[in-house]
Each structure stands twice: as C-alpha cells, then as structure tokens.
C-alpha cells in the first residue's frame, strides 16, 4: 500500500504570502492520480487539483499544483484569508481503493 | 446542480449495526463509481469503501472490511453502506464522494456533507 506523507504538519503564514505543500509517496504514482482537497471546519472537503496539476472547476488560479513521482507540490501563490484551512493530497493505488495523506494544516 | 446527501448516522452501541444511506441527484447516478470516506473527530480523511457504476467491482479498507458492506440502488438513485459490528474506532463523520475519472486524472469531484457516526456504550 503506497503512503502519502504531508509536510508541514502545520504551515503557519500570513495574508499575501506564498504557501507551499508537500505530498510524498513511499513509492512512484501516476500524476493523474494525484488531488488535492482542501477543507474548512465542519465543511466536506473540496476538489481543488486533480492530474497533480489541473485546476478544479471554479478554482482560482492562485492555486497550482506540481510534481511527479513520488513528490508532489500544492502552491498557494498569495494567501487570502478564505484559504486558512486544512489540505489533503489523495492518490488512487488501483482496484477503485483510494488513500489520503495525514493533511497540512494552514494556520494564520 | 449536483447533489449528494447523507443519512442514516447516529449513537450506536458497540457490536450495533447502521446502515446508510447517500441520495444523489443532479447527475446520471448508474454512470459513475461511488465511494464512502470517513473522518474521525479532529483527525484525517480514510477512504472506506468503493463501488463501480454496476456493482460489478466492490472495495473495502482493511479496517472494515468483513463488517462494512458498500451497495448501491441504481433506479433509487442511492448509494448504501451497511456497518456491522461496530467498534468505538468506527466513530466518524461518514462522507459519500462522486468519482470522476478522465484521460486528465481521477479524483473525488463531489462530496456530499456528511453524517455522524458515533459508536458508544
């Protein structure tokens, strides 16, 4: 079973400001089945990137994703304040079975 | 608009059984694979269960498996997850999710909002 490991566990930044999340996989994994998912408290997450690096619908363009193999980058070029949340990277590992990474936590 | 909406969560006693249940709406439901996701207090996203758009394919987590059971009812357009044998560990807020899967990746493009799940004696 491939791992995802998130790094931060926290990021803590302020409004403007350049986030950058970590994905790392215990082994290689197609691009196309790496996403990201962002979520708010109380909230179910939300699709944010999906092909490592295609935007979801109604995504603003602030958000990108990169990376290949086994490490893969989610960038918050400006931080707004709607973006302080909590962000999952997901692969697909075959067989319709899924696994999510520990998450980033996105503090002010 | 695309819809997804949970039901069936509650308090359960340890060795209970719940069955939920995912009403879809805005899509062609029998097209897709659906899957269920859950989320323990404060902790982390852990994929269940899976189905494929005919029931033809069924996946279960290890930590489930052998007492979840993920069905579907294409003309109810509803999607299913039955818990047996239920554990203190099960607690959790159980998400259904829409899988949505092109030449550009695969990915969870819908979820809906989720029910409570809260096993105790």
């Known amino acids: 079973e491939i791992v995802l490991t998130q790094s931060p566990g926290t990021l803590s930044l302020s409004p403007g400001e350049r986030a950058t999340l970590s994905c790392r996989a215990s082994?290689?994994?197609?691009?196309?089945?790496l996403a990201w998912y962002q979520q708010k408290p109380g909230q179910a997450p939300r699709l944010l990137i999906y092909g490592a690096s295609s935007r979801a619908t109604g995504i603003p363009d602030r958000f990108s994703g990169s990376g290949s193999g086994t490490d893969f980058t989610l960038t918050i070029s400006r931080l707004e304040p709607e973006d302080f949340a909590v962000y999952f990277c997901?692969?697909?590992?075959?067989?319709?079975?899924?696994?999510f990474g520990q998450g980033t936590k996105l503090d002010i | 608009e695309v819809q997804l909406v949970e039901s069936g969560g509650g308090l359960v006693k340890p060795g209970g059984s719940l069955r939920l249940s995912c009403a879809a709406s805005g899509f062609t439901f029998s097209s897709y694979t659906m899957n269920w996701v859950r989320q323990a207090p404060g902790k982390g996203l852990e994929w269940v269960s899976a189905?494929?758009?005919?029931?033809?394919?069924?996946y279960h987590a290890g930590s489930v498996k052998g007492r979840f059971t993920i069905s579907r009812d294409n003309a109810k357009n509803s999607l299913y997850l039955q818990m047996n044998s239920l554990r203190a560990e099960d607690t959790a807020v159980y998400y259904c999710?829409?899988?949505?899967?092109?030449?550009?990746?695969?990915?969870?493009?819908?979820w809906g909002q989720g029910t409570l799940v809260s096993v105790s004696s």
């Open positions: 082994q290689s994994i197609r691009s196309s089945y």
């Open positions: 997901q692969q697909y590992g075959g067989s319709l079975m899924y696994t």
């Open positions: 189905i494929d758009s005919r029931s033809s394919f069924i």
């Open positions: 999710a829409r899988v949505k899967d092109d030449s550009s990746g695969r990915r969870f493009d819908y």
